[in-house]
């Protein structure tokens, strides 16, 4: 994967790994780089309109996608099916079953308001601080994937050099996210992305570095069909997604291991005293 050429390839790496990659430096002359549809706009809104419009992307307040997955823990590849489900930074979960295997059998992660847990059936077990916070920064990345909450008041874009492959780049400072960069190609398309995060087994610093391929498209929002991760260099889930729902309204989903209960919802903090 090629690995970004600002913030995170150099001070998000530096400070996690002890040192920094190399990069794709900017042209000589970034002015003699033809502004195509870039042309006096910035890059958000360029990227904002090729991925469907504000008019579709401002209303998403729901996305869910399904999919098959290979996961890679401690440099073993595991082939699974995923359920991805995103309200934008308020709520993150991410349910998994074996290839092949009944979704009953499933395990979920649930992430929302800098809490996290563990599920398993109906057993809610809170995650560790580490583990917390590295769920609520996926929660964060998905939700900048969107694009269109980086509008909001409070968030800064700031537009990088042009990449000598012609890429345009933002680093993003939102306030309910790590410090994050997104990248796009000559046509406004989301292609590669990352933040410095956390280790979620102990805390550390760490890099997320993503990129993105293909597209699948609900109610006008587009959505890249293949999601490749690493962390820290090392590959860690790539998803190809079946199917995609982005909606202007939040739905009921019970858990997928849980549909035979009468509860999937963490406990509250009244019935955890």
């Avoid at 809490?115 to 601080?129: E, G, I, L």
């Amino acid at each position: 994967m090629a690995v970004s050429r600002t913030l995170i390839a150099c001070a998000a790496l530096a400070a996690a790994l002890g040192g920094c990659a190399t990069t794709d430096a900017p042209p000589a002359d970034a002015a003699a780089v033809d502004a195509g549809i870039y042309a006096g706009k910035s890059v958000l809104d360029v990227a904002i309109e090729a991925a469907g419009g504000e008019a579709a992307l401002g209303k998403v307040k729901e996305i869910y996608f399904t999919g098959a997955a290979k996961v890679t823990v401690d440099g073993t590849t595991t082939e699974q099916n995923v359920a991805v489900l995103v309200r934008p930074f308020s709520f993150y979960r991410l349910t998994s079953w074996a290839k092949g295997a009944e979704p009953k059998t499933a395990k979920t992660v649930q992430a929302e308001l800098g809490k996290a847990w563990d599920v398993n059936r109906v057993t809610w077990q809170p995650m560790a601080a580490p583990a917390a916070k590295f769920e609520n920064e996926q929660l964060a990345f998905y939700s900048m994937m969107l694009l269109a909450p980086l509008k909001a008041a409070g968030v800064s874009v700031d537009e990088q050099p042009v990449g000598a492959d012609g890429t345009r780049a933002i680093q993003v400072a939102h306030p309910g996210a790590p410090a994050s960069e997104l990248e796009f190609d000559a046509s406004g398309k989301l292609v590669r992305g990352g933040h410095a995060g956390t280790d979620p087994k102990t805390g550390a610093a760490s890099v997320t570095m993503a990129s993105f391929s293909g597209e699948i498209t609900s109610n006008g929002v587009k959505w890249p069909k293949i999601i490749k991760i690493e962390r820290n260099g090392a590959p860690a889930l790539e998803i190809e997604i079946a199917t995609f729902e982005a909606l202007p309204n939040k739905t009921v989903r019970p858990l997928e291991q849980a549909m035979q209960y009468d509860s999937s919802a963490p406990p509250s903090d009244d019935d955890a005293g």
